[in-house]
């Protein structure tokens, strides 16, 4: 049952610390800033994310032995949570806010020797990763801590997402063998949801950049641990529990490229945004739950059969696939898919059309 101890006590000691912050948030007028993209008003404490970043260290320190790894993970998590809480309470330049995250990444992968050095497919094709490996290994960290901030849009969806990563982390390293991956994310996911207390909407908490980017930091180390030297498929099972923040941050990249905006310009059009116009903030959330649950399963699944993990997963792909054409999350005319079929259909209505013709 130690599990239920790396999970509650995180949780109960960060439920602790999170209205005391929201006191210290208060006297310090440090509040969530409203702009376009934001959905909140008024005065919110922006901290919540130090209530996290505290309870994990604690209980990473009672918990987990030290060596290299974990040193290279918690100081660049510290790294990550500072630059984080400083943006949090000076708003920080989008090119100092990197430069953290830089820091941050290259303390994991030279203090805690963190790197993926082969990417192991299906078919059993191994490839070596050579020299490009500290360069895929930098932005993977980079492009996951920033996969995780941009979904931080609504109460208790940055949190809930990651806990459920988290969870799923935990239960496929226990069937890999991991125990230490598995403490680590249990810590981590039970910080979250003594948190999510505060922060479920209506949210009288967030948890800022310092426990956004924090958060993503260390999934984005715990993925790599946990999948670097598998015999499953190295980055695909990370990258499917993944999948809803890499798919809003691709569509972001690709949605400011071809509108002639820099990535870092804020709008609507995230898929939480998108999602919220239709069925509200508390629905929206809940469906991206069940999305990133369905990933999560679908990655078990293809751990215990591998046919069936790959039909559920080209399902799943599909829909989200359709969601991104229809919604115009990338732009009005990004609709490959959707072109397809509606060709497709005209063409089966036509031969349709010219058969009733002959029968008549």
């Not at 935990?170 to 249990?186: V, Y």
């Not at 293809?302 to 990338?330: D, H, P, Q, R």
């Not at 490959?336 to 005209?346: A, C, D, F, Y």
């Amino acid at each position: 049952m130690d599990y239920l101890k790396y999970l509650l006590i995180p949780l109960l000691l960060s439920a602790f610390l999170t209205p005391f912050l929201k006191v210290v948030a208060t006297r310090l007028e440090i509040y969530a800033l409203e702009n376009e993209r934001t959905v909140h008003s008024g005065k919110i404490a922006r901290i919540g994310g130090v209530a996290i970043y505290v309870s994990f260290v604690v209980c990473m320190a009672v918990f987990m032995k030290t060596d290299m790894t974990i040193n290279g993970i918690l100081i660049g998590g510290s790294i990550m949570f500072i630059g984080g809480l400083i943006d949090d309470m000076v708003n920080l330049s989008p090119k100092l806010k990197l430069l953290f995250e830089i820091a941050a990444a290259i303390v994991l992968m030279m203090v805690g020797k963190v790197s993926l050095d082969v990417i192991r497919l299906p078919l059993g094709i191994t490839i070596d990763m050579g020299i490009i490996s500290f360069l895929v290994t930098f932005v993977w960290i980079i492009g996951i801590t920033n996969a995780v901030n941009l979904i931080d849009g609504l109460d208790g969806l940055a949190g809930g997402i990651s806990t459920i990563i988290l969870i799923v982390v935990a239960c496929l390293s226990a069937i890999e063998g991991r125990m230490d991956i598995q403490t680590m994310s249990l810590i981590l996911a039970g910080a979250t949801m003594g948190f999510l207390i505060y922060n479920s909407h209506p949210a009288s908490i967030f948890m800022g950049d310092c426990g956004a980017l924090f958060l993503g930091f260390i999934i984005s180390a715990i993925s790599l641990l946990g999948f670097k030297s598998s015999t499953i498929m190295t980055l695909a099972l990370p990258i499917l529990l993944l999948a809803v923040p890499i798919v809003d941050t691709l569509g972001a990249i690709l949605r400011r490229k071809l509108s002639g905006h820099k990535f870092s310009d804020a709008d609507k059009k995230h898929v939480h945004h998108l999602l919220m116009q239709r069925f509200g903030q508390r629905n929206t959330v809940l469906i991206l739950y069940v999305v990133t649950a369905l990933f999560g399963f679908t990655a078990y699944i293809y751990l215990v059969n591998k046919t069936a993990g790959f039909v559920v997963l080209f399902i799943i792909a599909l829909i989200v696939e359709l969601f991104i054409e229809g919604s115009g999350m990338i732009s009005k005319q990004f609709h490959p898919l959707l072109s397809v079929i509606r060709g497709v259909k005209k063409r089966f209505l036509i031969i349709c059309h010219k058969f009733s013709k002959r029968s008549n």
